[in-house]
C-alpha cells in the first residue's frame, strides 16, 4: 500500500500573516505623519491670521504696562527767529512730578503757562525724543541724545534733557517738531501714543547771504536769458558813452581855459555845447563815442 507525504502549510500562514501586519503598520505611519502636516498647516494658517489669543495677551500686557506709568511735563526752549546758516540749539526737558532740580522748577527762558512749549507727557519707562523738519533747508543734528535717542526715565524724580543744533539754509519760516515716545522694558514696542509739539521758526535774511547769492547768481551765466544779458550790454554802452561824453567836455574847457577864456566866457559854453553834440551824433551812428 503505498503512503502519501503530506507538507505542513503553518509556516506560510504565518509569512503572510507578519507581512499584512507590517503593511498595516506602514500605512498607520504614513496616516500619522499626514494627520501631523495637516495640524501644523492649519497652525500656521492661524497664526499668520492673527490668533485672538496672542491679541489678547499683548493687549493685556501693554495695559498692565501702563499701569506703571505717571504724568511728567515737557519743556522746549529755543530761539523762536534766526538769522539764516546761523546754528541755534533747541533743548527739550522731561520733568518727573517728584523732581526738584531749579532746571525744572524753573526752565530758563520757557513760560510754564504757555501751551507751545510745555505740555504733559507720560514717563516711567524708556523714554525719547526726536526732533525734525518737514523741509530739506533745514538741518538737525543731536548733541547730547544717546544713538537711540531715549533716556530711561523710571522714577517720578527723574528728569532727561536731549538738544540739538538746528539751522536753516534758505530764509522764510519753518515748522519744527518734537515728538516724545515711550517704550515697554527691553522692547522697541510703543506703550503710548506719541505726544507732539510744533515750533514756529522764522529764518531772516542777512546781508552777508544777499552778498552771496547776488554774486553766485552773477557767476551763473548759464542761468541768464537773453534779456538779462540785453540789459546787462546796453547799460554798459550808456555808461560807457557818459564817461566819454565828460570825458571830452572837461578837456575841451581845460583848452579853452588855457587860452585865457575866463570863467563864464561864451566860447566855454560853445565848448560844451560841440563836445555834446559830438558825443550824441557819436553814439546814434555807431552806438559809442564819436571817434576825435
Not at 41 to 66: E, H, I, K, L
Not at 114 to 135: E, K, M
Not at 217 to 243: F, M, N, Q
Request: charged share 20%; with cysteine.
Amino acid at each position: 500500500m503505498q503512503q502519501t507525504k503530506r507538507t505542513s502549510t503553518r509556516p506560510a500562514r504565518l509569512n503572510r500573516t507578519a507581512t499584512l501586519a507590517g503593511a498595516f503598520i506602514n500605512i498607520g505611519v504614513l496616516l500619522g505623519a499626514f494627520v501631523s502636516l495637516l495640524a501644523s498647516a492649519a497652525c500656521d494658517a492661524g497664526s499668520s491670521a492673527g490668533d485672538p489669543s496672542n491679541q489678547f495677551a499683548y493687549q493685556a500686557t501693554v495695559q498692565n504696562d501702563r499701569l506703571d506709568l505717571f504724568k511728567g511735563r515737557m519743556y522746549v526752549t529755543t530761539d523762536r527767529r534766526v538769522k539764516v546758516t546761523e546754528w541755534f540749539d533747541v533743548r527739550v526737558l522731561l520733568c518727573g512730578p517728584a523732581n526738584t532740580d531749579d532746571l525744572c522748577l524753573s526752565p530758563a527762558g520757557v513760560p510754564p503757562t504757555d501751551p507751545d512749549t510745555s505740555r504733559d507727557v507720560p514717563l516711567g519707562g524708556r523714554v525719547g525724543v526726536t526732533l525734525a523738519a518737514a523741509d530739506n533747508a533745514v538741518e538737525v543734528k543731536s548733541l547730547v541724545a544717546p544713538e537711540d535717542d531715549t533716556q530711561p526715565l523710571t522714577d517720578p524724580s527723574d528728569a532727561g534733557m536731549w538738544v540739538w543744533d538746528v539751522r536753516a539754509t534758505k530764509p522764510g519760516n519753518y515748522t519744527l517738531r518734537v515728538s516724545v515716545f515711550i517704550l515697554a522694558a527691553e522692547t522697541k514696542a510703543e506703550l503710548m501714543p506719541r505726544e507732539t509739539a510744533a515750533i514756529q521758526l522764522k529764518v531772516e535774511r542777512t546781508g552777508t547771504y544777499t552778498a552771496k547769492q547776488t554774486a553766485w547768481s552773477l557767476i551763473d551765466v548759464a542761468k541768464w536769458g537773453i534779456p538779462h544779458i540785453v540789459a546787462i550790454v546796453s547799460a554798459l554802452a550808456a555808461a560807457g558813452a557818459a564817461a566819454e561824453l565828460f570825458r571830452r567836455r572837461g578837456r575841451r574847457r581845460r583848452q579853452a581855459e588855457e587860452q585865457g577864456f575866463p570863467p563864464g566866457d561864451p566860447h566855454l559854453d560853445a565848448a560844451d555845447h560841440s563836445t555834446s553834440d559830438a558825443g550824441q551824433q557819436g553814439v546814434s551812428r555807431g552806438g559809442g563815442p564819436a571817434a576825435e
